[in-house]
């Protein structure tokens, strides 16, 4: 199977038209953790873990159908290459330390979108936004639906995690857009730019999963009892209530770093964010998960 195969043609005539790129997929990981760091790999290795919508482009190079200037692509790739900080605040400018082989795969394939821009090739963006973005949240993936599902709690205290609502991730990308259609964007970014998508508030699993406990307590004094919730996929949930403690792997309590957003917040406003914390945020899911018998 060939690259271009990789995509549907109806997705490659897709990106033909298009005017922006947002690619959102995982690459491919690197699945060696003898690499420390992806600058260690061969170009030949780095090239087997193309981001695909990145490989997608690279392959319509021979394609007769004239293509358009591509004015921006968007790379939404994650804070996870930064690595562990010990804690500290990270900021686009921070040292990227990758510790994972995701985390690797993510690295390499912001590497290769920058050197998409400048080969010359007619399907290469004239501008790229790296977007990492923090620990996604949201309708389907949260505290709550982790509690209802009988998937063990994190242990009391813990490191502090950086999050996003998706709901918020998605305002950005939105945003950055508007700004390129209506000329505001080169003021604010470089051609190339890094971006952190994170909220405001940085804090351990435990204390999210102890504010889900408690709303979905506040729910009915039937579900405080019984827990018989249906998730919006309307699958029958677990009770919770004498599930163990599930202790992370000890490298992966060892990794912390708090992402900074001061950046976003001074190019969007301190106000731009519907969530700037799990606070508000996960009580705003809650009424997505209804007693069965209501």
């Known amino acids: 199977e060939s690259e271009r195969d990789a995509l ?40 087997s873990y193309l981001d695909p919508v990145l490989r997608a482009l690279s392959s319509i190079r021979n394609v007769p159908t004239p293509l358009d200037e591509l004015p921006m692509a968007v790379y939404v790739s994650s804070t996870s290459v930064y690595g562990d900080h010990g804690g500290a605040w990270v900021t686009e400018m921070s040292a990227t330390q990758p510790d994972t082989a995701v985390a690797r795969g993510r690295l390499v394939a912001e590497q290769e979108w920058r050197r998409a821009l400048d080969s010359g090739n007619t399907w290469a963006p004239q501008k790229l936004m790296i977007l990492r973005s923090a620990g996604i949240y949201g309708s389907g993936r949260n505290a709550l639906v982790s509690l209802l599902k009988g998937r063990g709690r994190p242990q009391k205290g813990g490191l502090p995690v950086s999050r996003i609502h998706v709901d918020d991730l998605v305002s950005i990308v939105v945003a950055l857009l508007t700004m390129e259609r209506c000329g505001a964007y080169d003021s604010a970014f470089d051609r190339v730019d890094i ?26 004094a039937t579900t405080l ?30 990794r912390s770093k708090r992402v900074s957003n001061a950046k976003l917040r001074r190019i969007f406003g301190p106000a731009f964010l519907k969530f700037p914390s799990y606070r508000i945020g996960l009580p705003a899911l809650l009424p997505r998960y209804r007693p069965a018998h209501a």
């Open 8 to 47: 549907s043609d109806d997705a490659l005539n897709d990106l033909l038209r298009s005017h922006f790129v947002i690619s959102t997929i995982p690459p491919t990981s690197l699945e060696d953790d003898s690499v420390a760091h992806p600058a260690q790999l061969s170009a030949q290795r780095q090239d």
């Open 195 to 220: 971006l952190n998508a994170a909220d405001d508030d940085p804090a351990p699993s435990s204390a999210v999963f102890a504010l889900a406990d408690t709303l979905l307590a506040t729910v009915s």
């Open 225 to 254: 009892q019984s827990r018989s919730l249906l998730l919006p996929t309307e699958a029958p949930a677990v009770n919770t209530a004498l599930q163990p403690q599930q202790p992370r792997p000890r490298d992966a309590r060892r």
